[in-house]
């Protein structure tokens, strides 16, 4: 890639000025973006400065730019520098960008370059007449037709030496000339016998929608395989079902009210009322502790027994509680928090 600087300055032009018809191309580019941001529209006034200047960005078009768009000079300089398609010195009435990748080379890019280097000289410089300059560039996007030059605004494919020599020809007369394929090929297609895609159904409508009507079908072929599958299951004689099929099964319960009424007993048992009235035997409120053995109190102690030289196992620490020691005689948690106090049920907590 060539280096991206400006001209020398004596090739810079004195004053450059935004004309009209640039100055209302910025107010409907600036338009498009919030108050404020207008500084995106930078890109695209470059490239209308560009235009106006004959082609490639004066300092003081770059300058013009920037105060247009109240932005600092460096900001749109740098702009101005990176993107390629901004030429920073003088171009031919004719620019031609050639391409110089792979594909070009390999379709015979090589034998373009030759005939722009014989015919309007080195690179990045403009012919005496100023009719032509050219620049290798990367690849422009029209592989398959290479090779290929891209004049000012339009491709210009399938070159050879000879149809390359009579487009510069004619553009240097003033002729008419032809964009695009230069060997009559319609747009990308192949060049010769077209022997794919050649299907009508391709072109006449008949297949839009095609990926739906198959999935349509296909689930409407499931569908009635399994009503087939269905049908198929059933046995020509059905066997009755049985009268609890698919039912949960009743059966009574062991001992409840409702049981004893329907065998005629008393619906509560006769003892049960008699505990019910004896004051004697009411609930009362008892401690977990009458309740013998409960989970041993938590201790920073290890419980994991050690064997000793006899081989018995006893506890690691000698301080470690029984089970079933009140809180208050426990020893003190390592970390000072305390066990937590025992909940006694009372007559005043129980139902709560
Ligand atoms: S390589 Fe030349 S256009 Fe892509």
Redesign the pocket.
């Known amino acids: 890639m060539a280096v991206r600087k400006l001209a020398p300055e004596d090739m810079q032009p004195e004053i450059f000025v935004l004309s009209p018809e640039t100055e209302a191309f910025a107010d409907k580019e600036v338009a498009k973006y919030p108050p404020g941001r207008q500084a995106s529209a930078v890109i695209a006034l470059l490239g209308k400065a560009q235009e106006q200047a004959g082609g490639w960005l004066p300092r003081k078009a770059i300058e013009a730019v920037a105060a247009k768009l109240d932005m600092p000079v460096i900001r749109v300089m740098e702009v101005a520098t990176f993107y390629t398609m901004f030429n920073l010195e003088p171009v031919g009435k004719y620019f031609i960008q050639f391409?110089g990748?792979?594909?070009?080379m390999l379709r015979g890019?090589g034998d373009i370059r030759k005939v722009l280097e014989s015919r309007v000289g080195e690179q990045n410089h403009v012919s005496p007449d100023g009719t032509f300059s050219w620049l290798e560039v990367e690849?422009?996007?029209?592989?398959s037709n290479?090779?290929?030059v891209q004049i000012n605004d339009d491709y210009y494919e399938d070159l050879t030496t000879e149809n390359f020599e009579k487009l510069l020809d004619d553009l240097a007369a003033g002729r008419p000339v032809k964009k695009g394929s230069q060997i009559g090929r319609n747009r990308s297609e192949p060049h010769q016998a077209v022997n794919t895609l050649q299907d009508p159904a391709l072109y006449d409508g008949s297949l839009v929608g095609a990926w739906r009507n198959r999935f349509e079908e296909q689930a409407k072929a499931a569908e009635t395989g399994e009503a087939a599958a269905a049908v198929a299951s059933v046995p020509e004689q059905a066997k009755a079902a049985k009268p609890t099929a698919g039912r949960p099964i009743e059966s009574d319960a062991a001992d409840t009210p409702a049981k004893r009424a329907k065998e005629g007993e008393t619906p509560i048992n006769p003892v049960d009322r008699k505990e019910a009235a004896d004051p004697s035997t009411a609930t009362k409120g008892k401690s977990h502790t009458e309740e013998g053995a409960r989970p041993a109190p938590q201790s920073s102690k290890s419980y994991v027994a050690s064997p000793t030289k006899d081989g018995e196992a006893v506890p690691n620490s000698p301080t470690t509680p029984e089970a079933g020691t009140p809180p208050a005689q426990a020893e003190t948690r390592r970390d000072g928090s305390e066990s937590k106090p025992d909940v006694v049920v009372t007559e005043d907590n129980k139902t709560s």
């Open positions: 391409c990748t792979t594909p070009c890019a690849c422009l996007g029209a592989c290479a090779p290929m």
